[in-house]
């Protein structure tokens, strides 16, 4: 039984071999079909008319190649080093392999595997002539926005509005609009993680609507297990005066999730919280859902279709401000190769020195979705009642670093939990773990790196 007094050394990761685990549940019954998605998606991909023929030809290699990873997960198979596909990076994969040791599809740490899983695609893709640039998982990214039609449009609406209140807001008198602004907007960039595709399988239409509107943030906000708003909203407060306050944002999922992340960013500058805000995407196809760098202009696409978003009256007046932002360098993007490697970001300062010396200057480093909590806190058994900062490991007490992690708990991890009561509670509530698992719980968990 894991004690809170352990330290991140002593804590296991999960595995997924671990009984009534997440992890696997995940390994047994959804790679499998992640793979069959990629593999379907090549082969449609292939069969359209205006595909070269070589195109053509390759993908059934590829095909083939993809059904090999997916007969190894179903048929439990060992981890091999990853074959040389001419990128740098393999070699730490294949490091990091050996120091696991012996380990399959269904009995390894789930963090690597899972990540080993979508470098695998990669390595498929990145060993090709004709399709190394090309995104499995764009059909589903690009079907599933258009779904979220309805809070995509309330939410352009929704934005207009607090743009005017964020004017009358900067009134000094108007502290408590200011902070009532602030908690719903990082509500609406927390709840935008609900939808990631990657367990969208299991979702209707009518859920995912569910999940979006601005009532159900509303409701969902008694389901925010760790919530640190208010020292969030203390700490912009104090530290309002200083001259440079660049937010990061490291990214999750594109589409719905990413709207809400952009217009996130874009609150943060229109209230003078940050100065600018950079978000940071993944190199390459990730976790289904990932938003990759081609992602942003597919978001302004998709926004600027009246075929996907009929209902234009908000969206024509929000479309041209978040497009400015970009322009003007007031919002970037930028990819480290980082993101994609299967560390958890407790190996951070050692493996990627330079991008852990920049978060260190940044104002405020904001951490979307579970994978990226589960690699802050070492995909980690830790008990519930942990603090976040121990749970933070080398990230947490001193780092120097702040960071906010808006999550929505899909996996074995959570950590932040006020007492053993409200655990117990939770418990009742969401037996079988379900409150770390489907979703519809969350934490909005800060540590300034003190
Ligand atoms: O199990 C759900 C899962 O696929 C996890 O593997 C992963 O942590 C998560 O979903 C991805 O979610 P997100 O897009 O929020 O990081
Ligand atoms: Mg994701």
């Not at 969208?200 to 008694?222: H, M, V, Y």
């Amino acid at each position: 039984m894991p004690s809170a007094t352990m330290n991140a050394q002593e804590v296991r990761a999960v595995w997924t071999s671990e009984r009534g685990s997440m992890a696997k549940e995940t390994a047994e019954n959804r790679w499998a079909k992640i793979i069959q998605g990629s593999i379907d998606d090549i082969g449609e991909t292939a069969a359209a008319a205006d595909v070269d023929c070589q195109k053509r030809a390759e993908s059934i290699a590829i095909q083939i190649a993809l059904k090999d990873i997916k007969k190894g997960i179903e048929q439990n198979e060992p981890l091999t080093p990853l074959r040389d596909d001419g990128k740098v990076d393999i070699q730490e994969w294949n490091k990091k392999l050996a120091a696991i040791g012996e380990c399959s599809w269904i009995n390894c740490p789930w963090l690597f595997g899972e990540c080993y899983m979508y470098r695998s695609i990669q390595r498929i893709l990145n060993s090709s002539k004709h399709w190394q640039n090309y995104d499995v998982f764009k059909r589903q990214k690009d079907a599933s926005f258009v779904k979220s039609r309805a809070a995509v449009e309330e939410l352009a609406s929704r934005y207009m509005q607090i743009v005017t209140d964020t004017r009358l807001a900067q009134n000094e008198s108007k502290e408590v609009a200011k902070k009532l602004l602030f908690i719903e907007m990082t509500e609406i960039a927390l709840w935008g993680n609900a939808t990631d595709l990657s367990l969208l399988a299991n979702l209707t239409l009518e859920d995912l609507q569910n999940l979006q509107g601005r009532e159900a943030i509303q409701k969902s906000q008694r389901n925010i297990v760790d919530n640190d708003t208010d020292d969030v909203w203390a700490y912009l407060q104090r530290t309002a005066g200083q001259a440079s306050r660049q937010i990061d944002i490291v990214l999750d999922n594109a589409s719905f999730e990413f709207f809400t992340d952009v217009l996130y960013a874009a609150y943060l500058l229109e209230a003078g919280i940050s100065t600018s805000v950079r978000l940071h995407t993944k190199e390459f196809p990730w976790f289904v859902s990932d938003v990759i760098p081609s992602d942003v202009e597919s978001l302004f696409k998709h926004l600027d279709s009246s075929e996907c978003f009929p209902g234009r009256e908000y969206l024509d007046q929000l479309i041209p401000r978040l497009r400015k932002f970009f322009q003007s360098g007031a919002i970037t993007t930028t990819s480290d190769p980082f993101w994609t490697m299967p560390f958890s970001f407790h190996e951070m300062p050692s493996k990627a020195p330079a991008l852990f010396k920049e978060l260190q200057n940044s104002y405020l480093v904001i951490f979307k979705g579970d994978l990226n909590y589960r690699k802050l806190t070492r995909d980690g058994l830790w008990p519930h009642t942990t603090t976040y900062e121990k749970a933070l490991g080398p990230l947490g007490k001193e780092s120097g670093v702040k960071i906010l992690a808006l999550r929505t708990n899909k996996s074995d991890v959570c950590v932040g939990v006020p007492t053993q009561s409200k655990v117990d509670a939770l418990n009742e509530e969401a037996p079988s773990g379900a409150w770390i698992r489907n979703g519809k719980y969350a934490v909005v968990s800060f540590n300034e790196g003190q």
